[in-house]
């Protein structure tokens, strides 16, 4: 594996060490769309025949059942997570990779954001931004617990582009809670049973409240100054939920 690939492929190698659910060979291909550096999407890196994909991998990703993929053997990720594998540019380490998945499921999140898709039921929105991005159901659905085992509130650049996600002007956060409704994710319905929201105040809170899930103090307390202060009953029961203890500080404290 060498050149461009080498980079494609270790980052490819990272999510497959450490996914929550395994990935299909559709949102494998996807992977290729996300710079390893900087965890941008770009369209046009899509590969014209997602089987490409494993080309590109040699012999260390299998598809399996279903359309499912996987490492080619439990001794590889073996291999990988044990860190022998950052000289040949395989760095699997544990927080690495946590924090190269949620800088990826971020910026996938922004590019759903940006989507000229028109539907009126969220279900169907859902359905629509999968269909385009096919990791953008993983991404949402997961992001929180990736950002949690890479502890990234504690790196600057990801809190960045999180506060951007959050932004109630921009619709990435609308598709994020869309896309963890529409997957059942067990906080989504708890954090907003509003099918549309056009309100500015109900997209502040939602912010508010998935910052405290998250458990970003900066965040949490921009959000607060965002919203005069005020904040309800979920963004205090999602911080404890999560055990957010300085978020929880922060929320009783006002």
Not at 36 to 41: A, D
Not at 95 to 120: F, K, P, Q, W, Y
Not at 169 to 181: C, P, S
Request: charged share 20%; aromatic share 6%; hydrophobic share 45%.
């Amino acid at each position: 594996i060498e050149g461009e690939d080498r980079t494609r492929v270790a980052q490819i190698l990272q999510w497959l060490c450490y996914v929550r659910r395994p990935l299909t060979l559709r949102e494998l291909a996807c992977l290729v769309c996300i710079d390893p550096e900087n965890g941008s999407y770009d369209v046009d890196e899509e590969l014209d025949d997602v089987r490409q994909v494993l080309t590109m991998c040699s012999d260390l990703v299998v598809e399996t059942s279903g359309s499912l993929v996987g490492l080619a053997h439990m001794s590889v990720k073996d291999f990988l997570v044990s860190g022998s594998g950052i000289k040949q540019g395989f760095d699997c380490s544990s927080e690495r990779a946590h924090l190269s998945i949620t800088r990826a499921s971020l910026n996938i999140i922004l590019h759903a954001g940006c989507l000229d898709i028109s539907a009126t039921l969220r279900r169907e929105y859902g359905q629509l931004v999968n269909e385009r991005i096919p990791l953008a159901s993983y991404a949402a659905h997961y992001c929180i617990n990736h950002i949690w085992k890479g502890r990234a509130v504690y790196h600057n650049d990801l809190m960045i582009l999180l506060e951007t996600v959050l932004d109630p002007e921009q619709e990435a956060l609308y598709i994020w809670h869309t896309l963890m409704v529409c997957s059942a994710h067990p906080y989504a319905i708890f954090l907003s049973e509003d099918e549309v929201m056009t309100s500015e105040m109900l997209r502040r809170q939602l912010a508010l409240r998935y910052a405290a899930l998250i458990g970003g103090t900066t965040s949490v307390e921009r959000w607060l100054v965002a919203n005069d202060g005020v904040f309800d009953a979920q963004a205090l029961i999602a911080a404890s939920l999560a055990g957010h203890r300085d978020v929880v500080k922060i929320l009783l404290g006002r």
